[in-house]
């Protein structure tokens, strides 16, 4: 018998942060299972996982044999959630950048407030970030911008990483279809729910920089995407989704 809801946390070193995060989601309100999705950890994540696990009945683990990318972490964790009948799916980071306690704002937004995919936002109410320098602020909120004008969505925080689906919107996404990794694939996974119609809620957070451990973020990252965006609206001028599970 599963929960409803699924937290996907992708890990590549986090062990300084694995604990506390499990254990601030598993005391929550409303329930979360929380899967991790490890990409062979050299720093032993998945080993205290692996401890946890006879604590926390809600936690599960998913190891990978290396690191092989954001996008395709999370989307090795839907397929996971979609051969079981969780009914909500989350992205959350695992450094507290993400504030466990707005899994439940996200949650109520597609719960009671009739979203489909509920993103928390950095930028939906001004800036809400905390000790990130200038530089990497004005080049996340440009990088929005620059998708909004490509693409023409109406999201602000469009490489959001902090989400919760409802599990048709994954269903009909196909996300093992989705081409760009890293912060492209946040913005194409936003894309094709817009295309295909679903209702888009941000919800306004405040993104805290992490305190422990190494952020895997880069400029180059940032540069993939925003070619990948170019090229995901151009395919998407001649091919447009269709929902099919309903």
Request: positive net charge.
């Amino acid at each position: 018998m599963y929960m409803a809801n699924l937290v996907l946390i992708p890990t590549y070193n986090e062990r300084e942060n694995i604990s506390g995060i499990v254990r601030a989601i598993s005391g929550l309100s409303v329930p979360f299972e929380i899967l991790i999705i490890d990409d062979n950890s050299p720093d032993g994540t998945a080993s205290i996982v692996k401890e946890m696990m006879t604590s926390f009945p809600n936690l599960h683990l998913l190891e990978r044999p290396g690191k092989m990318g954001l996008g395709r972490a999370y989307i090795a964790g839907f397929e996971w959630a979609l051969q079981r009948d969780y009914t909500y799916i989350f992205e959350m980071d695992a450094d507290f950048s993400h504030n466990p306690k707005d899994l439940v704002r996200l949650w109520d937004a597609c719960e009671n407030g009739g979203a489909d995919l509920a993103i928390g936002s950095r930028y939906i109410s001004g800036v809400n970030v905390v000790n990130w320098p200038l530089g990497r602020v004005l080049m996340s909120y440009i990088a929005s911008m620059y998708v909004r004008l490509v693409t023409g969505m109406k999201i602000m925080d469009t490489t959001a990483g902090f989400k919760c689906y409802r599990r048709e919107v994954l269903q009909n996404i196909k996300p093992e279809r989705i081409k760009l990794c890293g912060y492209g694939f946040q913005i194409e996974m936003k894309f094709i729910a817009w295309q295909l119609g679903y209702k888009i809620v941000e919800v306004p957070i405040i993104f805290t920089d992490r305190k422990a451990g190494t952020s895997k973020m880069s400029g180059s990252i940032f540069g993939e995407a925003m070619w990948g965006v170019l090229r995901m609206k151009l395919v998407s001028i001649f091919k447009k989704p269709t929902r099919t599970v309903v």
